[in-house]
């Protein structure tokens, strides 16, 4: 069965900027910390990333994935859907960067998660908030810090 998680934060940019930084998938490395390396596949007419492979560390290990991008939102939203991966059967999820203030945007990450082998709980628990804390506090120190 899936696990899924949305969680929430501001970030002292536009919405502009979070989404640049967050489509900026060759580049996550630099702030990511679990991401050890990325590689864009595909691209699309507009030279977005279309179907991108990540390596990342995971339970103590290191685990490959592929991701399918979706921009036909953007720029209010980025999505994905898991293309192949050795730990995960589903790892579908989305940003989504609404204006909350002036020149401060409210982040949006929602994730679905489902794993091909079982484990215990606490460590489905653990993992899911090392992903959310990637996803939203080092994005948000990503953004405010310019780089």
Same mark, same amino acid.
């Given at each position: 069965?899936?696990?899924?998680?949305?969680?929430?934060?501001?970030?002292?940019?536009?919405? /502009?900027?979070c989404? /640049?930084?967050?489509?900026?998938?060759?580049?996550?490395?630099?702030?990511?910390?679990?991401?050890?390396?990325?590689?864009?596949?595909?691209?699309?007419?507009?030279?977005?990333?279309?179907?991108?492979?990540?390596?990342?560390?995971?339970?103590?290990?290191?685990?490959?994935?592929?991701?399918?991008?979706?921009?036909?939102?953007?720029?209010?939203? !980025?999505?994905?859907?898991?293309?192949?991966?050795?730990?995960?059967?589903?790892?579908?999820?989305?940003?989504?960067?609404?204006p909350?203030? /002036?020149?401060?945007?409210?982040?949006?990450?929602?994730?679905?998660?489902?794993?091909?082998?079982?484990?215990?709980?606490? !460590?489905?628990?653990?993992?899911?908030?090392? !992903?959310?804390?990637?996803?939203?506090?080092e994005?948000?120190?990503?953004?405010?810090?310019?780089?």
């Open positions: 069965m899936a696990e899924q998680a949305v969680e929430r934060m501001v970030v002292a940019a536009s919405p /502009e900027r989404f /640049e930084t967050v489509a900026d998938l060759d580049r996550y490395p630099e702030w990511a910390a679990d991401i050890k390396s990325v590689k864009v596949n595909t691209r699309d007419r507009e030279g977005r990333p279309g179907e991108v492979e990540f390596r990342a560390a995971a339970f103590g290990r290191s685990t490959t994935y592929t991701l399918a991008y979706d921009f036909s939102e953007a720029p209010t939203a !980025i999505s994905w859907k898991l293309v192949s991966g050795d730990l995960t059967s589903k790892l579908d999820g989305s940003y989504r960067f609404m909350s203030g /002036e020149s401060s945007t409210e982040v949006t990450y929602s994730l679905e998660v489902e794993l091909r082998v079982p484990l215990p709980s606490f !460590i489905k628990r653990r993992a899911q908030g090392r !992903i959310m804390h990637t996803a939203l506090v994005l948000k120190a990503r953004v405010e810090s310019g780089g």
